[in-house]
């Protein structure tokens, strides 16, 4: 059986939604604040898990007003979060059967 998972009540939300709540927190990345924290974080994890803008604004606006071009400015704003910088190696390893 499946618990409940609450997003703005206090049950078991310890996960990535908290972490990024967190580090926007951290970075101060928007001036103002009219918009609740945890609103922001939920709009820009689900746009990054790969929901369409319009699905995120669905579900997100079931909370907050908020139309899909807010969510795209917000992902837009803290894309530095979830690069992946590159990683060099100084051994390659190559399969001369494919060569």
């Known amino acids: 059986m499946i618990a409940p998972i609450y997003i ?3 049950t078991k ?13 951290a970075k101060n990345v928007f001036v103002r604040n009219r918009k609740q ?4 974080a939920l ?8 929901l ?9 606006s079931s909370f907050e007003d ?4 807010a969510i795209c400015k917000w992902y837009h704003k803290t894309d530095t979060i ?3 910088g590159k990683c060099y190696r100084e051994t390659i390893a190559v399969d001369e059967t494919k060569l």
Do not use: Q
């Open 8 to 10: 703005f009540g206090v």
């Open 13 to 25: 939300m310890d996960g990535m939604l908290s972490h990024l709540e967190k580090l926007l927190e």
């Open 37 to 40: 924290r945890r609103t922001r």
């Open 43 to 50: 709009g820009i994890l689900m746009y990054h898990y790969g």
């Open 52 to 60: 369409s803008l319009r699905k995120c604004k669905t579900i997100v």
């Open 66 to 69: 908020i139309s899909h071009e």
């Open 82 to 84: 979830f690069s992946v």
